[in-house]
């Protein structure tokens, strides 16, 4: 197996041989050249676990992407080979570089290479004059390192006179330490950039510059409208190609690691999956991809604007064997209550021992609540029309507060309230031992994702909370999947106390769950060992021999991928445990 990961990091890697230009020839100053700050005791905790220059090391990764994009292809539609063909063409005018990946069990993964870091010349003037200049918020500059362009909603401030069609430099604004111990940007939008020492963040935002494009709209189009392309990417210090409504249903964009994930759990045909935290929906149709749509994933989360989504993802891809539901993972097992009537439908079992929902029932009741939601909504749109009307005539004005609730919506979402075609299904939970195989990729501090720009708000009290969630998650995992089952746990977090922690957790708490091989194994070995806090609390991670069987993905490894951990639990007989688990 160690081959086989050697062998994929040097075709990742010769991707990229000679392709880093140096930057040392411009001013330092127009640079990316970022620094993660992490809260003292947190760089405390990972330096004595990774090492202090490997932690350096990994601190540096992340805050850059992965130097290609990774694509996993829907081989029930078609084939990597047609992929390839059809991605050449429609990327020919980027002479993008593809292709297939040659670990066995990832055939269906396709590499299109991206390059990177740039020197980007950015037009500062010998007399010293800087270039006009667009100052984004710290998450619309890490998508822009992704690949995306800017966007009015992410614009914070922009030099004086800036027109459309300018060339402007893009720079960014991260989170500074305030006097309260907060964290925040203290920018008001649509300040005014001269170019000096005396603008907002002259000197933090030194070594934070991403690339130059063209204004899509004037300095005050940018502050005046709430949604828009703002500034057309042109030069970035990251080249990333990108996948917006390509090849829709055909390829889906997933990091390699998340993609290891579903094939570690090894979905058979015909068997019942959980899926227990699936928004987006990728691990789950990877699942379905692999079962050859035969069989039956319930794929849950408690948000109803992901479950939408997960069931809009299933069939662009042309799934059937996916049931969504709303549904908090940490209420995934149903508890019947003695009083409970016996003929409620929402929490019994089909012939697999599985849940049911009575869809007829739950029809009628939706279309109830929709009929006097629909007429309610009426009433209130027809009352706020003529209110509408009555002050038009005194005044047009729109308050900050009104442009800024609306900007919030375009950026997240319309919200359950509003949600069109929005009714999704319900779940009171699953019986105990319903399903073969569970996945639990449990919520987490994200502290693996790329690109990271901010890390301050985390501390090791929050850290702590992570892990009692991802535990209280697990819980309901084991007790959910069939004796001789398979729970497979991953994170993509860097942080032990979320990964070898809480296996360590599951082995000592249930005695009837085991370690198993995972197949493909591409990732390096887990931590050995344990961390004493200066509180008392001591952390146990692995144990010797434990190491192996676990796959932790290191940013800074020449994979080049996010930080993420694999773990998966083979099911013994677990009656005995199950009725008196250690607290």
Not at 195 to 215: F, K, M, V
Not at 352 to 360: A, W
Request: net charge neutral; charged share 25%.
């Amino acid at each position: 197996m160690k081959k086989k990961a050697w062998g994929l990091s040097k075709t990742i890697g010769s991707f990229f041989t000679n392709q880093h230009k140096l930057m040392e020839d411009f001013p330092e100053r127009y640079s990316y050249n970022p620094t993660l700050r992490w809260n003292a005791e947190l760089e405390s905790y990972f330096s004595n676990a990774y090492g202090p220059q490997n932690f350096s090391r990994i601190s540096k990764a992340l805050t850059r992407p992965s130097c290609y994009s990774c694509i996993r292809v829907n081989t029930l539609k078609t084939t990597p080979d047609a992929v390839i063909d059809k991605l050449t063409a429609v990327l020919k005018e980027n002479r993008a570089d593809i292709s297939k990946c040659e670990v066995a069990g990832l055939d269906n993964v396709v590499f299109v290479r991206g390059s990177g870091p740039h020197a980007i010349n950015y037009g500062y003037a010998a007399d010293g004059k800087p270039p006009k200049e667009v100052l984004v918020s710290r998450k619309c500059a890490e998508a822009v390192l992704r690949g995306a362009q800017v966007y009015v909603p992410g614009v914070l401030a922009c030099s004086a006179h800036v027109e459309k069609g300018e060339l402007v430099a893009v720079s960014v604004s991260v989170e500074q330490p305030g006097v309260d111990g907060g964290w925040g940007v203290g920018i008001t939008r649509g300040t005014v950039l001269q170019g000096s020492q005396t603008d907002p963040y002259h000197l933090e935002r030194s070594g934070l510059y991403i690339g130059q494009g063209r204004a899509m709209m004037s300095r005050s189009g940018m502050f005046r409208v709430t949604e828009g392309l703002a500034v057309d990417m042109s030069d970035r210090v990251f080249h990333l190609p990108s996948f917006r409504d390509v090849l829709e249903g055909e390829i889906f964009l997933q990091n390699l690691p998340s993609i290891v994930a579903a094939r570690a759990l090894d979905p058979q045909k015909g068997e019942r999956i959980l899926d227990m935290c699936a928004a987006p929906g990728g691990k789950t149709t990877a699942i379905a991809i692999l079962m050859k749509d035969e069989g039956e994933i319930v794929a849950v989360d408690r948000s109803h604007n992901k479950v939408q989504g997960i069931h809009k993802l299933a069939a662009e891809m042309g799934l059937s064997c996916i049931t969504p539901y709303k549904l908090d993972a940490l209420k995934a097992v149903c508890v019947r209550n003695e009083s409970e009537d016996l003929s409620d439908p929402s929490c019994a079992k089909d012939n697999h021992g599985g849940h049911i929902q009575d869809s007829n029932f739950m029809k009628s009741e939706v279309e109830k609540i929709e009929s006097i939601t629909f007429e309610r909504l009426n009433a209130e749109k027809d009352f706020k029309k003529a209110v509408s009307n009555e002050k038009a005539n005194e005044s047009s004005y729109i308050s900050k507060a009104d442009i800024r609730k609306e900007m919030r919506r375009k950026r997240n979402g319309p919200g359950r309230n509003q949600c069109l075609g929005g009714k999704v299904e319900k779940s009171k939970g699953f019986a105990p031992s319903s399903f073969d195989r569970v996945l639990l990729d449990a919520p987490c501090s994200a502290l693996g994702l790329r690109p990271r720009l901010f890390t301050g708000e985390e501390t090791i009290e929050s850290l702590r909370k992570h892990a009692i969630y991802q535990r209280r998650m697990f819980d309901q995992a084991v007790q959910l999947v069939r004796p001789g089952g398979v729970i497979v746990y991953s994170t993509c977090t860097i942080n032990p106390g979320e990964n070898e922690a809480l296996v360590r957790y599951a082995l000592d708490t249930y005695k009837f769950l085991s370690l198993a091989p995972q197949h493909p194994r591409i990732g390096g070995p887990g931590l050995v060992g344990r961390f004493e806090f200066p509180d008392g609390y001591t952390e146990e991670w692995l144990r010797p021999g434990e190491e192996e069987l676990v796959q932790r993905f290191d940013p800074s490894s020449p994979l080049d991928t996010i930080g993420f951990f694999i773990a998966k639990f083979v099911v013994g007989s677990n009656e005995a445990d199950l009725q008196n688990p250690s607290s």
